[in-house]
């Protein structure tokens, strides 16, 4: 076992959405998702500038009277749900490590945390690196991103860096369904996802409790299950040919179909609001007048917009959002290589004191 281990990962923007499980315990999703993972450090465009990093310190110690769990300086109530997700994912790892001790987290987030920036994404993906590497443990990043996977789903493809598919799997037990890198980051480095935050409120339906909602009352939902197949097959040729208009119609419809069942379910579910609909309007003008899909927006379960691009385009679209008033803030953030391991220098434990720094 070794001391203080600290980690920097970041959090994905999906292609192919997730939103729906089959099986609610093992959190195994109704069909695979494709996503990008993000680059930690942005280019600030607008307003307050965030970069996108979840820095994570861990410590197992018997010197610890308790577990312990620092948010952005604040000790969190272990009850609560996003950390109890993380805490399912401790607790495989130390129950694999045979380690009886206590841990201490500490992580903090530079970006503005629940409202559609994956967070927990970020977060899971991150503590599952430094907790296995603190208790010694030599995992593969496929059996990471399935214990990632039990935590929050989308957090299995925040393991990997590039561009990542977690398949959907068949099997009732789980085993096939992991996340796997389709492309490194270098594969595509003028791709671009300009973020653009109308909100950084917390949202009022947890994605977990949303998308059960859906699953359960949207008559819509079987028919996306169609549309998916088709969707998946034009992201996986767009991204073999580069194709930067395909890429982003199919980006576009994808997170308009995921949308609709949201609002279709009962009571309805609505994350986009009117500022997130400028945007939308915004990108489909520039489209139209390019004569072509020059960018494509998606949105995640929150307001603000992610619009996939390529760095030629990027100015292009900065000025197409000019004129849209609820924009706070828009960075823009390429493809990163995933959770990266730090130096002692780095921690945010003081390992004296067995307590945040
Ligand atoms: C995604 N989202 O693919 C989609 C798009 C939100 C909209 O994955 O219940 O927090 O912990 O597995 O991973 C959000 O869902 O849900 C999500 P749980 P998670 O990125």
């Not at 018997?62 to 609560?80: P, S």
């Not at 030599?138 to 990632?148: F, G, R, T, W, Y």
């Not at 949308?259 to 009962?266: E, N």
Request: hydrophobic share 35%; aromatic share 6%; proline share 3%.
């Amino acid at each position: 076992m070794r001391g203080t281990v600290t980690y920097r990962g970041t959090p994905n923007i999906a292609l192919i959405k997730y939103w729906g499980k089959r099986d609610d315990k093992l959190i195994l999703p109704c069909n695979s998702s494709i996503s990008l993972t993000l680059k930690g450090e942005t280019t600030a465009v607008k307003g307050v500038p965030f970069n996108l990093y979840t820095k994570t310190s861990v410590l197992f110690s018997d010197k610890l009277a308790e577990d312990a769990f620092y948010i952005n300086g604040k000790k969190q109530d272990l009850n609560d749900k996003d950390v109890a997700e993380r805490f399912y994912v401790i607790n495989q790892l130390r129950e694999r490590a045979g380690n009886k001790s206590h841990v201490l987290v500490v992580s903090e987030n530079s970006f503005p945390t629940a409202s559609g920036l994956a967070s927990s994404a970020s977060g899971i993906a991150t503590l599952i690196y430094a907790v296995s590497r603190a208790l010694g443990l030599n995992i593969s990043e496929k059996e990471l991103s399935m214990i990632a996977r039990q935590g929050s789903g989308s957090s299995c493809r925040s393991v990997m860096g590039g561009i990542v598919k977690w398949e959907k799997g068949t099997a009732p037990d789980g085993s096939d369904s992991f996340a796997h890198q389709l492309y490194p980051a270098s594969y595509w480095p003028d791709l671009k996802d300009i973020i653009v935050i109308v909100s950084s409120a917390k949202k009022k339906v947890s994605s977990r409790a949303g998308m059960a909602q859906t699953v359960k009352t949207s008559p819509l939902y079987e028919s996306r299950q169609k549309v998916l197949d088709k969707h998946i097959a034009s992201v996986g040729a767009a991204l073999r040919d580069k194709d930067l208009s395909k890429l982003a119609e199919t980006v576009m419809k994808e997170s308009n179909n995921m949308h609709a069942t949201m609002l279709d379910t009962t009571p309805p579910i609505m994350y986009m609001d009117d500022n997130s609909k400028a945007i939308v309007y915004a990108i489909e003008d520039l489209n139209k007048n390019e004569g072509r899909a020059v960018a494509g927006y998606t949105f995640d379960a929150g307001a603000n917009a992610h619009i996939i691009t390529i760095e030629g385009n990027k100015d292009k679209v900065i000025n197409q959002l000019k004129g849209i008033e609820g924009i706070e803030s828009i960075v823009v953030a390429g493809i990163g290589n995933g959770p990266e391991l730090l130096g002692e220098d780095e921690s945010l434990i003081d390992s004296q004191r067995l307590a945040p720094k």
